[in-house]
């Protein structure tokens, strides 16, 4: 069999496909645990409702941080964190 000069970089191509994907997979199981704590924060129709819906929401935020195998890293939780603090914001404001 004749080696292709495209033949390394399709492999190449690939192994990071399939890396990114298992790394998907890996932070949708995870981000889909805030789910129901954000949608009861959407769902606040009172500031005052805030409060009794954060230690859930910030106890799954730790918790993906300490167990994901790649959604662990600081950038990204301080953007998960600022997208939660804007959510609170947003409530606040109306």
């Known amino acids: 069999m004749v080696d292709s000069t495209y033949l390394k970089g399709f492999e190449e191509l690939t192994t990071k496909i399939k890396a990114g994907s298992v790394e998907a997979d890996d932070n949708l ?10 949608k009861k924060l ?4 009172s500031p005052k409702q805030i409060p009794e819906i954060l230690p859930s929401l910030l106890n799954r935020v730790r918790m993906i941080w300490e167990k994901s195998k790649f959604y662990y890293t600081t950038e990204r939780i301080q953007g998960l964190l600022h997208k939660i603090s804007n959510e609170i914001i947003k ?4």
């Open 29 to 38: 199981l995870f981000l889909k645990s805030l789910y129901e704590p954000c």
């Open 42 to 45: 959407q769902d606040c129709e």
């Open 91 to 94: 409530r606040c404001k109306q």
